[in-house]
Structures are given as structure tokens and as C-alpha cells.
């Protein structure tokens, strides 16, 4: 019977001021990876011809979502701050999430911090989201079956 955890899911940043996994006190809605674009334009014509328009953007939007507690804010908040202390730091970070459960690894460049997370004191901790513009994504989903490791 097919499973899935998220302990098979590994995530890592790796650019200007910091190397490091983006896994350690996730929130229950983990990490998502979103096309920005789509990949094809069907235009129509007045006699009902029809044209696909291949498009060739594969970039996206990596959001990370960690409980307010986790240590990766820390190094989130610092590998931000000394970015943004030059444009030539700026934008030139790599995001790698792979499961290994599964075989996916998606693998996105020219990854630049979108913003700080919203920050929300309240009763309860909650969690930080982080958000990545990512100029090039690449998608490889596996077969469902486990990698030898």
C-alpha cells in the first residue's frame, strides 16, 4: 500500500550568507511549490482554428511555512538581511526539495527572497511563512517508488 510522510522530504537553501536545510520545526502546511505561469496559450480563431502557444516560463513561488519556535527563522532572517545589504548578493539563491520516498526533486534557481514573513504575536506561536521568487524551476516527480539510498 502506497504512504507518504513528510520525514522522507528533505528541502535545502544554499546561497549568498547561508547553506542550509529548510526542514526543522515546519508547521503542518510544510512547503509548497507554485508555478507562477502556465505553460500553454490556446488562442481560438473566428472560423474555429485553434493555436497552442508553447510558453517558456518555469518560474514559481516557493513558500515556507515554520512554527514560530523553529531555529531556521534565525538563519532565514540573517541569509535575508545580508542579501539585501547589496544587489549583487541579490536573487542568486538555489531552493532543492526532494523525496526520496517518491523519487521527486524539484530544483529551483535565481531564488530570491519575495519578503519577510508577517509576524503574529498572539495566544498561540502560529507559524512564520517565508516566500521565494524563483526565476527557473525544474520538476522531476518520481514513480512512487522509494530510490535505493
Known amino acids: 500500500m502506497p504512504a507518504y510522510s513528510f520525514l522522507d522530504v528533505t528541502a535545502t537553501i544554499d546561497g549568498e550568507g547561508g547553506n542550509f536545510s529548510l526542514k526543522g520545526g515546519n508547521a503542518d502546511e510544510g512547503i509548497s511549490i507554485e508555478p507562477v505561469g502556465d505553460l500553454n496559450t490556446m488562442t481560438t480563431g473566428a472560423d474555429g482554428s485553434v493555436m497552442h ?3 517558456a516560463c518555469t518560474a514559481s513561488t516557493v ?6 519556535t523553529s531555529p531556521v527563522n534565525q538563519q532565514l532572517m540573517s541569509m535575508c538581511t545580508y542579501q539585501r545589504s547589496s544587489s549583487a548578493r541579490h536573487g542568486s539563491n538555489t531552493i532543492t526539495v526532494r523525496d526520496a520516498a ?3 526533486l524539484i530544483t ?3 531564488v530570491a527572497f ?3 514573513p508577517s509576524l ?3 495566544k498561540e506561536g502560529g507559524m512564520n511563512e517565508w516566500t521565494f521568487d524563483c ?3 525544474t520538476y522531476v ?3 512512487g517508488s522509494a530510490e535505493i539510498l
Not at 513558500?63 to 514560530?68: A, E, G, N, S
Open 53 to 55: 502557444s508553447l510558453l
Open 63 to 68: 513558500t515556507v511555512r515554520l512554527l514560530k
Open 102 to 104: 517518491r523519487g521527486d
Open 108 to 110: 529551483a534557481t535565481k
Open 114 to 116: 519575495k519578503k519577510v
Open 120 to 122: 503574529t504575536y498572539a
Open 135 to 137: 526565476g527557473e524551476t
Open 141 to 143: 516527480l518520481g514513480n
